[in-house]
């Protein structure tokens, strides 16, 4: 069972001119759940540390559905360190616990490495902190995506002190400086490395802090936490926690039964999109195995783009063509002026080098071959770049407005879209 948790990240940086204590000028700080030693130069900095994570405890308890008592008796022990030295002289840093880059849990002590960043050096604390109360709670932390998966997942979050908001991806690169999440996200999905569903949930221990496992651990956790219908079957399983083998994961399918074709597929949908910003609530495709299959005649659909992907509510069989048109204009943002587009797109202004506005679909293949290691990268294209579109295989045909995934919920309007089979 995996002890250690590593955790890459770097994040604002503290006051460069601050003097550090020597080694018998620890701070010592005491919170509900928490007793904090550590060698900060920061007394400010070590205060907000004890009480973003008394604020994170009740955040996490709403999380897993669980009673405030359950957590009566939680307390961490942690050390927040710069000077791993001064720490095993002193003997806080037990003989016994291996030597760690960046994090370790065991029960319910935990030691953090001070990063150059407090938003890292605050997620990294958090992240231990669930990983003991993962122990505490349910006796473990499940197999390897899920421990750190959940663990990153009630780590991200926005502000700090008593004003934390966990489960909160950063808005933008300066709200978390040097945490390298959805860049390395990104350079995966440049290169084609992006893994299967089933790929991150086969992840084995011991793993050796490598960025791109944990920020794919913690996607998938986030899209079985933030769609209703997989939400109940994930929160269930964490109580499965002392269960760190292929069961757990079985269980859990079993659990989710003939929804897991629709999640491998809202799985490379999400993979695609994930960045600064991503809005769960406004990035929800919408998918069902019982979506009827495409008889040929008209279709006439809305596309809106306060919304990511939308699917036009049938499958597309394979060798189809189709002639796709649209009309219509939207409005994007108001501030600092409102930007006017029609479907072509605004072609002055880009979003991942394409025009901003411009109205985009994509074919998303109904099957997908649970033993692939990684996932085929989405072709998204401008209905403007090829109105007739030849389908291949059997696929969900969707549609968006092209946006930061951030910067939905201001934009209005509609793009009206025809959909005809190409004679």
Not at 136 to 156: I, N, R, S, V, Y
Not at 199 to 219: C, E
């Amino acid at each position: 069972m995996i002890q250690s948790q590593l955790i890459f990240g770097v994040g604002c940086f503290f006051a460069l001119f601050a003097v550090p204590l020597q080694a018998d000028e620890l701070l010592v700080r005491d919170g509900q759940y928490i007793h904090l030693t550590t060698d900060i130069a920061s007394t400010e900095e070590a205060e907000i540390l004890v009480a973003s994570f008394d604020a994170a405890i009740p955040q996490w308890a709403e999380f897993w559905n669980l009673d405030k008592e359950s957590l009566t008796d939680f307390k961490v022990e942690a050390c927040v360190i710069r000077n791993k030295a001064n720490f095993n002289q002193s003997g806080l840093i037990p003989a016994t616990v291996p030597n760690f880059p960046f994090g370790y849990a065991i029960g319910n002590q935990v030691w953090v490495l001070a990063q150059q960043s407090e938003y890292y050096t605050r997620h990294l604390l958090l992240h231990e902190g669930i990983h003991s109360l993962a122990y505490h709670l349910f006796k473990g932390a499940g197999p390897t995506w899920f421990q750190e998966g959940t663990a990153e997942l009630l780590a991200t979050h926005h502000g700090a002190g008593r004003d934390i908001k966990i489960n909160r991806i950063p808005l933008s690169r300066e709200d978390a400086p040097y945490w390298g999440r959805f860049k390395r996200m990104g350079q995966s999905t440049e290169s084609g490395e992006v893994p299967s569903f089933n790929a991150v949930l086969g992840y084995q221990p011991n793993l050796t802090g490598d960025v791109a496992t944990y920020s794919w651990s913690w996607a998938a956790c986030m899209i079985l936490s933030s769609y209703p219908e997989y939400r109940s079957a994930f929160i269930t399983a964490a109580e499965r926690g002392q269960e760190t083998g292929p069961a757990f994961n079985r269980e859990l399918q079993s659990s989710l039964g003939k929804q897991w074709p629709i999640l491998a597929a809202r799985w490379r949908i999400a993979c695609h999109d994930l960045d600064y910003g991503f809005d769960w609530q406004r990035e929800q495709v919408k998918l069902s195995a019982k979506d009827p299959l495409w008889n040929g005649d008209d279709l006439q659909i809305q596309v809106r783009p306060d919304q990511g992907w939308q699917s036009c509510g049938v499958r597309i069989p394979r060798g189809a063509k189709l002639r796709i048109s649209a009309e219509g204009k939207i409005t994007l943002a108001d501030q600092p002026k409102a930007w006017i587009s029609q479907p072509q797109g605004i072609t002055f202004q880009y979003h991942r080098g394409r025009p901003l506005g411009q109205l985009q679909f994509c074919l998303l293949p109904n099957a997908n071959d649970p033993q692939a290691k990684r996932i085929e990268p989405l072709k998204t294209q401008g209905v403007v770049d090829q109105p007739l579109v030849n389908v291949s295989e059997y696929s969900w045909l969707l549609f968006r407005i092209n946006d930061e995934c951030g910067k939905r919920a201001d934009n209005r309007g509609s793009y009206q879209v025809s959909i005809k089979r190409a004679r």
